[in-house]
């Protein structure tokens, strides 16, 4: 414990943020407390490269729950600062802006369908996002993924739910945003980034992660980025970026080996409503209902709850 102080609790390491009122004498004082650490380089961290899926892994937790959560994605190579965050941003906020109607997820899935209640993407790492609008600051990774939250469903329509994430993950990709779409969440983010610095507080969480990426002030920076963006330059992120071969899916449900069995079997998962859709709707249901979904039975796991964190 005296070894890993002496490493870790030093100079180096050490970020100040002070935000709002204080004395004009505070900060002089509390840098004057921290002198009293030693100098020490900052902590040496060497990552392994994250291997991304070829085709679809699957792990699913079994669990005695009512309904079925899926998260999935992929390792992904850009962080804040990075020339194709802004674009790749735009795209995430399109495809599924956590805890907002207007997300292509969204609309497909819940408005459209009904088939659940929250269906949303991620650029960044992003916990406690079940009781959170806003992700928290200081959050700051080396590596990021993207991921997508499909939750909950019910068990009748969770081979369907599935195949509809995944086909309309793969519009995204091949089609990307058509300019009205472009345009529409540009408008959005550059409105929304001031509520994630909307407080003395947030704008010092923010202040810091940014000297964290190397990177300008984000407010500033993420407008000035998006001023400057093309859909052209959104769709190119997409395809290069996003086109993963392979992706990670993690999946909570009761009764796994029977799910399991319909998602190997790849026979069609028709839908059926308890209200008019339209035909529409219902014409793309025949299509999604046989989108083959690449999994193969050595890439799927089935472990119990009481066994996720040993």
Known sequence: ???????????????????????AAFPNRVKADFARLPAGPPAALRLPT????????????????RSVAYSMGFPLDVKRGDPDYPALLVAQSYFGQHRESGGRLF???RQ????????????????RGMNQFEPDPNLARRQQIFQIWIRPVEPPTAQFALRLALFEFDKLVKDGLSEEAFERTRTFLTKYVNLLTKTADAKLGYAIDSQYYGMPEYNGYLKSSLAKLTREDVNRAIRKHLGAAGMDI???????????????????????????????????DK??????IDLKPEAVRIVPVEKVFE
């Open 1 to 23: 414990m005296q070894a890993f102080y002496r490493a870790q609790f030093t100079q180096g390491n050490l970020i100040i943020g002070l935000a709002g009122g204080y004395p």
């Open 250 to 284: 993690v999946v909570v449900a009761r009764n796994c080996a029977e799910l399991e069995s319909k998602l190997l079997s790849g026979e069609p998962s028709p839908m059926t409503y308890n209200s008019p859709k339209p035909q529409e709707v219902l014409d793309e």
């Open 107 to 109: 609309e497909r899935m």
């Open 112 to 127: 459209a369908r009904g088939l659940n209640y929250g269906d949303y993407a991620y650029l960044e790492y992003f916990p």
């Open 50 to 65: 994250p291997q991304p899926a070829r085709g679809i892994r699957m792990t699913m937790i079994e669990k005695d729950t």
């Open 287 to 292: 299509i999604v209902e046989r989108w083959k």
